[in-house]
């Protein structure tokens, strides 16, 4: 009797198990087809022209720069602007590259060089070689987010962005009138548990290096980010862009905040569209509030990524997909930015802070 049983048993466990292993499958292989329907509206290029802050373009001096601004017209960015400008020759070459092939297209942010920062001198060579690279043309400086998280002096001690010896080079960029770009920091949840319940799983599995969590390695995120705010609040005549929102994207109140605190930073969207597209209403409620401190920005210059930028700030388009899994599992929505919003955002507000810029490359009004 036992016997006759067994053998159907062991039929339908295999069965079942081959069944399962059909179903198994990783998470980073999924990829859904969304079967809704709803209005859709592809943007690939602006209602405006704008003005990207927030870009890398570390070729310049070389590029044939003719070719990229006509990919810039496709989009509508009438302006981009190369943060990795480095200084001295290399910056002189590109800004030379781009008066030849494009002029009035490209604008170039310099970089502070903190190697040998506790050497004698180091402040007023840092002070000169701006004044230097501003005179061949740089309208900005950009600072990386090395400063403060991984720039050690010569002993091993690491480099706050808070350092007095970077103050007077703060101050110089204050006199000259031209903006200070500083990205600092990660998104706070690298400095969270690699877990189930991490937003940025799928990141950490794919890149082990961006956590943060190595406490004698890293201080924590509120740490590095209020070295950030203290030379906002120390120099208060210089205009500082606080990169990617102020990695605060995710909590649109506390940036609210931080915007008040300090008049003198403008914040920008590189690298957090996706975090705007998850909370349409209420990035719309920000973005109408905060309209004057507000730029555009894209970090990777990629042009087709640029579609879901457009589509999420212009359109009230539905649940569309992002284009980085690793960023955002989650669908798009449209924030459907007023006319006025937009123009702000796009250009006007980057016309305010950044100059040199050809305004005639805008609409008049
Ligand atoms: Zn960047």
Known sequence: ?????????????????????EMRMDI????????????????????YPFIDVHSHLWRMGTMDLAQTAR?????????????SGRSGEELKAMVDNANKLAPGRFVVFANIDF?????????????????TDYDNGARGVKIFKNLGLTVLD?????????????????????????????????PAVFWEPIDEHNERWLEMKQYPDRHRGDTTRYPSWEV????QWNIFKKHPETTFINAHFGWMANDLDRLG????????????????????????????????????????GKDTYRPHEYHTYFRVLETDDEYFDYFRKRHAFWQMYGL?????????????????????IDESLFPNE
């Open 154 to 186: 010569s002993e091993g001690n690491r480099v706050h962005t808070d350092d007095t010896r970077i103050d007077p080079v703060w101050a110089k960029a204050g006199e000259l009138g031209i903006p200070v770009l500083i990205h600092t920091g990660e």
């Open 224 to 227: 590095i980010m209020q070295e």
């Open 71 to 83: 990919e810039m017209d496709s989009l509508n960015m009438a302006v981009l602007v190369n943060l």
């Open 257 to 296: 905040e931080h915007l008040d605190t300090y008049p003198n930073v403008y914040t920008e969207i590189a690298a957090i569209i996706a975090e705007l597209g998850r909370q349409p209403r209420h990035a719309q409620e920000f973005f109408i509030k905060y309209q004057d401190r507000l730029l555009f």
């Open 28 to 47: 980073e292989e999924y990829e859904p087809t969304s079967t809704l329907v709803v209005p859709e509206h592809i943007t690939t290029s602006t209602k």
């Open 1 to 21: 009797m036992k016997k006759l049983l067994v053998l159907p048993i062991f039929l339908i466990t295999l069965t079942a198990f081959a069944q399962e292993t």
């Open 115 to 131: 190697n040998g920062i506790d050497e004698p001198g180091w402040t007023e060579n840092a002070v000169a070689q701006l004044q």
């Open 336 to 356: 459907n930015l007023p006319d006025e919003v937009l123009k702000k955002l796009y250009y006007k507000n980057a016309l305010k802070i950044i100059p040199g």
